[in-house]
C-alpha cells in the first residue's frame, strides 16, 4: 500500500523533510544524476555489480513500463490516489513506485531502484511503504513484477471468507483457489509472511481488509491477474447478492483440469 496523498506541511514518519514536495525539483535532479551514474557514466560502488549490469537503456524503458502500469491501474479504477503500488526486477535490480506520489507526476528523473536486499541504489525518493511484500516475492519465486492495488470488489472479498469461491475458471489462471492472507499492518514483515503463505502455489492473493498481489514474468501478465482477480470478485459478489440463490462453484477438481488446458492457451510462436 501506498500511503495517501497528505499536505505537504504534514508529518509524515517515512518522509525526512527535504523529500517532500517543496523539494521536488531537487530530487528530480538527484534523480537524472543516478540514473546517469547507473548508467556507466561515473557509476559508483554504491550500485554494485549486478545493478551495475543492468542499468541504461534497459532500466529506462522497464521504469518507463512500471510508470505506465501504475497509472494503468488508476485509470482502471483499481486504486485510488497513490494507494497500491508497482514493481519490476531486472537482474538483482528492483524498480519500484515511490511512496506517496501520485503516478501522473512520476518522470524518468522519478526513477526508484532497490536491490534484493532493499538498499536503495537508484533515485532518491523514498520507495514504496510496501517494499517489504514486493521484496518478499522476488526472493520466494521466479517473478520479473508484482502489481498490489486496493481494488474494490476484491477488497470487499477478502473482508467476506478465507478463499475465493470457485465461481469461475480463470481461479485455475492464478494457480487455484486464491486464498486471503491474514490481516497485518501495511509496510510490516508479518504482512509479507502473511502474504506469501497466501502466495503458495499460486500467482495472487487478496490480503484481508486490505487489498490484492499478483506477480508474473512481465508487468503485462502481473497486472492481467490483477484484472482477472478483481472481475472473479465482482462476478461472485454480483452472484451471491441475488435473494434466494446461492451460486453454483466449481470443483478443486474441475479448475486443476482447466490450468491445464491453458497451458496450451494462445498463438504458438
Known amino acids: 500500500m501506498a500511503e495517501p496523498r497528505r499536505n505537504a506541511n504534514d508529518a509524515r514518519s517515512d518522509e525526512r523533510p527535504d523529500e517532500?514536495?517543496?523539494?521536488r525539483p531537487d530530487r528530480?535532479?538527484?534523480?537524472?544524476?543516478?540514473?546517469?551514474?547507473?548508467?556507466?557514466?561515473?557509476?559508483?560502488?554504491?550500485?554494485?555489480?549486478?545493478?551495475g549490469e543492468a542499468v541504461g537503456e534497459d532500466v529506462a524503458r522497464l521504469w518507463a513500463e512500471v510508470v505506465a502500469t501504475a497509472r494503468r491501474t488508476v485509470a482502471d479504477g483499481l486504486v485510488v490516489g497513490t494507494s497500491g503500488n508497482v514493481s519490476a526486477r531486472l537482474g538483482d535490480l528492483v524498480l519500484v513506485t515511490p511512496s506517496g506520489v501520485?503516478?501522473?507526476?512520476?518522470?524518468?528523473a522519478d526513477l526508484t531502484?532497490?536491490?534484493l536486499t532493499g538498499r536503495q541504489v537508484l533515485g532518491?525518493?523514498?520507495p514504496t511503504s510496501e517494499l517489504p511484500m514486493h521484496l518478499a516475492v522476488?526472493?520466494?519465486t521466479d517473478a520479473r513484477a508484482v502489481v498490489h492495488t486496493h481494488a474494490v470488489h476484491a477488497t470487499a472479498v477478502s473482508t467476506l471468507v478465507p478463499e475465493l469461491p470457485l465461481v469461475h475458471y480463470?481461479?485455475?489462471?492464478?494457480?487455484?483457489?486464491?486464498?486471503?492472507?491474514?490481516?497485518?499492518?501495511y509496510g510490516t514483515d508479518?504482512?509479507?509472511?502473511?502474504?506469501?503463505?497466501?502466495l503458495a502455489g499460486r500467482s495472487g492473493c487478496l490480503l484481508r481488509n486490505h487489498g490484492t498481489v499478483t506477480y508474473g514474468a512481465t508487468l503485462d501478465q502481473a497486472y492481467d491477474r490483477t484484472a482477472q482477480l478483481e472481475w472473479m470478485c465482482r462476478l461472485w459478489l454480483t452472484a451471491s447478492s441475488v435473494p434466494g440463490l446461492t451460486p453454483s462453484l466449481l470443483t478443486e477438481a474441475q479448475v486443476a483440469e482447466v490450468g491445464e488446458r491453458l497451458k496450451g492457451y494462445g498463438q504458438r510462436r
Open 138 to 140: 522476488y526472493r520466494a
Open 113 to 115: 531502484g532497490v536491490d
Open 170 to 185: 480463470m481461479a485455475a489462471a492464478l494457480g487455484g483457489p486464491v486464498r486471503v492472507a491474514p490481516y497485518a499492518p
Open 20 to 23: 517532500r514536495e517543496d523539494a
Open 28 to 51: 528530480r535532479q538527484a534523480g537524472r544524476e543516478s540514473v546517469r551514474r547507473g548508467s556507466g557514466e561515473g557509476a559508483g560502488p554504491g550500485a554494485g555489480e549486478a545493478v
Open 102 to 108: 501520485p503516478y501522473d507526476r512520476l518522470t524518468p
Open 190 to 198: 508479518e504482512l509479507a509472511g502473511n502474504m506469501l503463505r497466501a
Open 124 to 126: 532518491t525518493l523514498v
